[in-house]
């Protein structure tokens, strides 16, 4: 029995729980082996792909499944296998080409299980993927494989906005339309979102709300923060997540996760 039994922690990857480098530092690692290692479940719940954030996951202290694509998806790697999967509706291809008719200078980046196709690929989309280390394919809408787990909007944020506020008026039943930056506008399922995937991870580990802990820096994260017992945050974190009511800490690239297990440590006494 170790003092973090059923406890959750659920971080952000990128800028929260790493910074550019995308390599976990030794104040953060040394955090997180003692919280598992005391009976924690520490898991990522990341805007990332499976095939974007496969590359990572081996080298991280986690020991449960990982909530991927904005939480369209729950995924296993220690298994290999996908727990819960939530995929864009068929609808989405027409969709977004009358999105795109409406607003002709986005890009869209969709995932079609570990494939990436690109319709109209622009300066934001390959900077997108130069970070994420990712090959992709350019095809028209209508020509790429589905189901797709999420797309990716991509543009200028005033453009994006303007693209967000259009999805919600015309299939707000069918689509979230979240940014994860200022040039990425997540599109995926309704309901498919980090808080919602998980709330379906406590439940699936037996994790009661109290005991549950999520950490994030931008707006998709906001849904898990709300389900948080403490929502928890970058000091480098949007303004809307400080707004939002977070915890706000040390940067991401202050140890801001170990920071974190720190105040667990205090709230779970032995």
């Not at 296993?76 to 080409?97: I, K, S, Y």
């Not at 690929?121 to 020509?143: F, I, Q, S, Y």
């Amino acid at each position: 029995m170790g003092k973090f039994d059923g406890v959750l922690l659920a971080s952000d990857f990128d800028d929260t729980l790493v910074s550019s480098d995308c390599v976990l530092s030794p104040g953060n690692r040394a955090a997180l082996e003692y919280f598992t290692r005391e009976g924690g479940r520490f898991t990522v719940s990341t805007g990332r792909a499976r095939r974007t954030f496969a590359p990572y996951a081996s080298s991280l202290p986690i020991n449960a499944p990982v909530v991927l694509s904005n939480g369209a998806m729950l995924y296993d790697f220690a298994a290999g296998r996908t727990v819960v999967d939530l995929p864009l509706p068929p609808t989405a291809a027409e969709d977004l080409r009358a999105l795109c008719d409406t607003l002709p200078a986005l890009g869209v980046e969709t995932y079609h299980g570990d494939d990436v196709y690109i319709y109209h690929p622009n300066a934001h989309t390959r900077r997108h993927m130069e970070k994420v280390k990712c090959g992709w394919t350019e095809a028209g809408l209508g020509d790429i494989p589905t189901p797709w787990s999420k797309a990716v909007l991509q543009a200028d944020h005033s453009l994006l906005l303007q693209a967000q506020a259009v999805i919600r008026a015309r299939w707000g039943e069918r689509y979230e339309a979240i940014f994860s930056n200022a040039v990425l506008l997540e599109c995926t399922a309704k309901t498919a979102s980090k808080g919602g995937m998980v709330l379906k991870l406590a439940q699936l580990l037996g994790v009661a709300r109290k005991d549950l802990y999520c950490v994030g820096d931008n707006q998709n994260d906001i849904p898990m923060l709300s389900i948080s017992a403490i929502p928890f945050a970058p000091a480098n974190c949007a303004q809307e997540v400080k707004d939002s009511g977070a915890t706000v800490l040390k940067s991401c690239e202050e140890d801001c996760i170990a920071q974190i297990v720190g105040i667990l440590d205090m709230r779970y006494p032995s």
